[in-house]
C-alpha cells in the first residue's frame, strides 16, 4: 500500500484559517538528488484582512519578511492588506495583480464552467503576472508569503509551480491543492451565498470547491502545453532562469549559488 500523499496543516491563527508552509514535501530532482522542501521559505494563504496583532506578532516570528498581495485593485479597495495599509519594519509589501476572473467582475457575464478553466487561463493569459510575481518570490533570506482572497485558486496556482519546481509528486501538489476545502469549506459556502445575491443567480457550486480533479486537470493542462514549471517560467513568462534557480533551490533548502 502506497503512503498517503502529504498536506500541509495550516498556522495557529486568529484571524486567517488558510496560512500553510510550503515546507515539508518530498521531492526528486530532474538528477536524481531527494529530500523534503524547506519550512519558513514560503507560505501560502488566503486574505489577511482579520490578522490580529497577536498573528502579526506570530508571522513576524516564523521570519517573514515580505508579503505579496495578487489580488486585483477592486479586491484591494474593498478588502485592504493590513501590511500594505499598516507597514510593519523589516515586512515588505508587494502587490503583484493577478488574472481573475471571478472577484473583479463580481461574478457578472459568463461565468467559467470549472476551476480548470480559470486556471487553464490564468496560465496562458496571465504569464506578466507571474513573471513579476517570480521577481518578488526572489528573497536571499526570510519567509515569502503570498495571497489572495481564499487562497485556494490564484494561490493554489502559485503554489503548484512552485511545488512543480521543486520536484514534489503531482498526487502531493493536488492533495495540497484540495486541502484548501478541508480548511475553508465554510468560508467557501459563505461566499458562494454572497456571490449569488452579488450576480443575482445561483452561482455554481464547482466555483467554491476545492475538488481534486480541477487540479489535476491543470497539471496536464501544465506538462502537455508547457512541459512543467520552470519551462512555463522561463520559456512562457519570460523569467530570469536563475532567479527561477535560486528559488527552487531556497525551496529544497540546497545552497543558493
Known amino acids: 500500500m502506497s503512503a498517503a500523499a502529504h498536506t500541509s496543516v495550516p ?11 510550503l515546507g515539508g514535501f518530498s521531492f526528486t530532482d530532474p538528477d536524481g538528488a531527494t529530500g523534503t522542501t524547506a519550512k519558513g521559505v514560503f507560505l501560502r494563504s488566503g ?7 497577536r498573528d502579526r506578532a506570530t508571522l513576524r516570528a516564523y521570519g517573514l519578511v515580505r508579503v505579496i498581495d495578487v489580488r ?4 484591494l479597495k474593498i478588502f485592504p492588506d493590513p501590511y500594505d ?3 510593519e519594519p523589516g515586512i515588505d509589501y508587494r502587490h503583484v495583480p493577478m488574472l481573475d476572473q471571478l472577484n473583479s467582475n463580481g461574478f ?5 464552467e470549472s476551476m480548470f478553466a480559470v486556471y487553464r487561463d490564468l496560465l496562458d493569459e496571465g504569464q506578466e ?8 518570490l526572489d528573497v536571499e533570506t526570510g519567509c515569502v508569503l503570498f495571497h489572495c ?5 490564484r494561490t493554489g496556482v502559485i503554489a503548484m509551480l512552485l511545488l512543480d519546481l521543486a520536484g514534489v509528486a503531482p498526487r502531493d501538489i493536488i492533495a495540497d491543492y484540495a486541502a484548501s476545502e478541508r480548511y475553508m469549506g465554510g468560508f467557501l459556502r459563505i461566499q458562494r451565498v454572497g456571490a449569488s445575491l452579488l450576480a443575482r443567480r445561483i452561482v455554481p457550486k464547482c466555483l467554491f470547491e476545492a475538488n481534486p480533479s480541477e487540479m489535476e486537470r491543470t497539471l496536464t493542462y501544465l506538462y502537455e502545453r508547457y512541459g512543467n514549471a520552470r519551462r512555463f517560467l522561463v520559456d512562457a513568462c519570460g523569467c530570469d532562469a536563475a532567479t527561477v534557480e535560486r ?3 531556497r525551496l529544497q533548502g540546497r545552497a543558493v549559488c
Do not use: M, W, Y
Request: proline residues 4%.
Open 11 to 21: 498556522l495557529r491563527l486568529g484571524g486567517a484559517h488558510n496560512v500553510r508552509d
Open 47 to 53: 486574505s489577511l484582512t482579520r490578522l490580529t496583532k
Open 72 to 75: 486585483s485593485n477592486f479586491e
Open 85 to 87: 495599509r499598516r507597514p
Open 108 to 112: 457578472q457575464g459568463l461565468l467559467p
Open 129 to 136: 503576472g507571474f513573471r513579476l510575481l517570480v521577481g518578488a
Open 149 to 153: 482572497r481564499v487562497g485556494k485558486d
Open 247 to 249: 528559488i527552487c533551490r
